[in-house]
């Protein structure tokens, strides 16, 4: 089965659907979203709407949880702060109503683990260090996992008895993932943080057993757009043309 692994959408519409459009094109028919469609972006509704029609699995994320209630803002960021207010205040209830029926991890299946952030907490931690991908690894019950939520693209893996290696992965670097234990995270479709600002996702192929590093370009300008318009802080809008 070849599936399209998406993370981190943000609110970001034109993002979202210009990738959308690409996973059509690849002709990939199954849609894992790892979570936080919400936060940052000025499309909350249209994102959540989108996710609920075309994704098969999707996770709830910290900025999902924020919006619906379960976490405190007083952990977030002042912009992501504003936005998740601003978030709240505009959605709508049926579309909340759908982020509280998502969990932040999905680990029956026998083969992938899921995590919105990581395995060892799946709301929170960022998994941006050997180290702490190391620990993460130790705990995982699935020789394969997936999460989001650093808006970076990388890959860790660990051989047996070795220490963890990661790497940044950028477009088009496949992985082959028939040995070792693995962590992988596709990037982020509504807000790229690795200095390039196209919208990162993944393609998984479970019968070959490899990962490819895809990017799709997206109409920027008009995310940015939508961000001034609401009047949410201007620098959420300027961080998209730099993918930071
Ligand atoms: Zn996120």
Redesign the pocket.
């Known amino acids: 089965m070849r599936i399209a692994v998406l993370s981190?959408i943000?609110g970001n519409r034109p993002a979202f659907e210009a990738v959308l459009a690409d996973v059509d094109a690849a002709g990939l028919e199954t849609i894992w979203c790892l979570g936080?469609l919400v936060g940052y972006g000025a499309e909350p509704d249209a994102c959540v709407e989108l996710a609920r029609s075309h994704t098969d699995i999707c996770l709830v994320?910290n900025?999902d949880m924020a919006v619906r209630g379960d976490l405190s803002l007083d952990e977030f960021s002042r912009g992501a702060e504003l936005a998740a207010r601003w978030t709240q205040d505009t959605m709508a209830a049926g579309n909340i109503g759908y982020l509280e029926t998502l969990e932040p991890k999905l680990v029956d299946r026998e083969d992938i683990g899921l995590y919105h952030a990581s395995p060892r907490d799946p709301v929170w931690e960022y998994v941006l260090s050997t180290l702490l991908a190391d620990l993460c690894l130790n705990v995982q019950p699935h020789r394969l996992c997936l999460v989001?939520?650093s808006?970076v693209a990388l890959s860790f893996s660990r051989g047996e008895g070795e220490t963890a290696t990661g790497a940044a992965q950028r477009a088009g670097d496949e992985l082959d993932l028939s040995e070792r234990e693995w962590l992988i995270n596709p990037g982020?479709v509504g807000q790229p943080r690795d200095g390039d600002p196209r919208a990162a996702w993944l393609v998984l192929d479970t019968g070959a057993w490899t990962a490819t590093f895809r990017r799709t370009a997206y109409d920027i300008a008009a995310a940015a757009a939508a961000i001034r318009a609401a009047r949410l802080p201007d620098s959420l809008a300027e961080r998209l043309e730099y993918g930071q």
Do not use: Y
């Open positions: 981190d943000h936080d994320g900025h989001g939520h808006h982020s």
